[in-house]
């Protein structure tokens, strides 16, 4: 979907509020399920379910591709949002099994450096596909690909240690009533969680209304031709810098930090969340008046906003296990 909204807006003939809801049923579908994986996950294999999540995730995306009908097209997103709760809430629990300590910050900084960046390579691949097809949807159709050999590597190569393997602690599942109860006692996971929220739901809507917004922007400025393709095309790219630099920062200046301040993880992220707030409210003002400064804005607000992403799993993994 990323880099395509305004072409599928124009081919379901769909307002804003319809455009939004597609996001909305994702984020619910996702919100509803990653519990649900997170249960199973401690349960059975975790190999198992990431293939399932992957395999969901690219098949719903291609037939999504095809479907001519808005509610149908709808559908698909939710699925969608099924298959992304699997494997995004499980792979932090496998990383947290092979490794422990400093390194563990690495591991878990390399996976979510991978997130703003595929979420950029995703608007330059899909602007780039649909305008070499003339067809928004071969925007759908390429990135399954990649699925397909996420899917191959994670069922036939990847490691599903035991529970607490990297600390030789003989973890066992216990009811999902006792989990839910010690999760809601624990003011690490829960203000951790719901600061986190507020992150997403920042990332959610610039990554969701960010092209659309800088290409309105740029279409009040005179004699100014510009194209939706152009902007998601630059958009992805200032959002896989920012989050190429953002994560491993953030991660490396937790583990700089920390000998000096144990409490520096949270400051971390606190900063990031304070920083990026008022440059980004400022990128959406000056879109109008100059794009280029307006994208300069994004670029630190979203550097200071990636900031958050590894050290928000690693105090997760700590106050919880």
């Keep these: ?5 305004v072409d599928v ?6 307002g804003d509020d319809k455009a939004g809801f597609l996001q909305t049923v994702f984020v619910v579908a996702y919100m509803v399920f990653a519990p649900i ?39 698909f997103r939710g699925l969608v949002g099924i298959g992304e709760a699997s494997y995004s809430t499980i792979a932090p629990t496998i990383i947290s099994d092979l490794f422990v300590g400093n390194i563990r910050s690495k591991m878990l900084a390399f996976f ?32 399954p690909i990649l699925g397909a050999v996420a899917l191959v590597l994670i069922y036939f190569f990847m490691q599903d240690p035991p529970r607490g393997h990297a600390e030789d602690s003989q973890m066992k599942p216990t009811s999902y009533r006792q989990d839910i109860r010690a999760l809601i006692r624990n003011p690490s996971f829960m203000l951790s969680t719901l600061a986190f929220t507020c992150v997403a739901f920042v990332t959610g809507a610039l990554a969701w209304w960010g092209p659309q917004f800088i290409f309105l922007g740029l279409s ?29 920062l953030g991660s490396w200046l937790a583990q700089r930090l920390r000998a000096h301040m144990p409490d520096c993880d949270p400051l971390i992220c606190g900063f990031g969340l304070l920083a990026s707030a008022p440059v980004i409210f400022f990128a959406l003002i000056t879109v109008g008046y100059h794009v280029g400064l307006s994208y300069l804005l994004i670029f630190v607000g979203m550097t200071t906003l990636n900031l958050t992403w590894a050290i928000v799993a690693d105090i997760i993994l700590v106050s919880v296990f």
């Excluded at 807006?9 to 769909?14: A, N, V």
């Excluded at 703003?116 to 990135?143: D, E, H, K, M």
């Design 1 to 5: 979907m990323k880099g395509v909204l």
């Design 9 to 14: 807006k124009k081919e379901f003939d769909i």
């Design 37 to 75: 994986f997170g249960y199973l996950g401690d349960r059975y294999s975790r190999r198992v379910i990431m293939s399932f999540g992957v395999g969901l995730w690219s098949m719903t995306t291609l037939l999504g591709s095809f479907a001519h009908d808005f509610a149908f097209f709808t559908f």
């Design 112 to 143: 979510y450096f991978a997130i703003p960046v595929g979420s950029g390579l995703g608007y330059i691949v899909g602007s780039l596909a649909g305008a070499a097809a003339g067809n928004w949807r071969w925007g759908l159709r390429i990135t």
């Design 220 to 248: 009040m400025q005179p004699d100014v031709d510009v194209s939706i393709g152009g902007v998601s095309y630059k958009f992805g790219l200032v959002c896989m810098v920012a989050g190429s630099l953002g994560v491993p």
